[in-house]
């Protein structure tokens, strides 16, 4: 059973970094795509960013500049680095994964809990 885990979120004010991880078992294969989505209460689920396994990206206009996202050398693991934080980047953070070829269409198959990364201002 594949599982993703987030750790990293946390409390921080404006203008202060984080670093979220996540890191994918279960499964013996590379994702394609793994990446980051954010819920905010009573928002819709939004990209923040993808990675694919060739390194190609994708974010989120909100974050474009601020964030950055990169996959670790150990198989299925992804980091986001949270620079410039604002209080409206208050939202859990959820990581994300799928084996198919990346389609900004299609929400990815797999998906973490959860960390919750709250800005104060």
């Known amino acids: 059973q594949v599982q993703l885990v987030e750790s990293g979120g946390g409390l921080v004010q404006a203008g202060g970094s984080l670093r979220l991880s996540c890191a994918a078992s279960?499964?013996?294969?590379?994702?394609?795509?793994m990446g980051w989505y954010r819920q905010a209460p009573g928002k819709q689920r939004e990209l923040v960013a993808v990675?694919?396994?060739?390194?190609?990206?994708n974010y989120g206009d909100s974050v474009k500049g601020r964030f950055t996202i990169s996959r670790g050398n150990a198989k299925n693991t992804v980091y986001l680095q949270m620079n410039s934080l604002k209080p409206e980047d208050t939202a859990v953070y959820y990581c994300?994964?799928?084996?198919?070829?990346?389609?900004?269409?299609?929400?990815?198959?797999?998906w973490g809990q959860g960390t919750q990364v709250t800005v104060s201002s």
């Open positions: 990675i694919t396994r060739g390194g190609s990206t």
């Open positions: 279960g499964t013996i294969f590379s994702f394609n795509v």
């Open positions: 994300a994964a799928d084996s198919r070829a990346y389609n900004s269409n299609t929400r990815p198959y797999y």
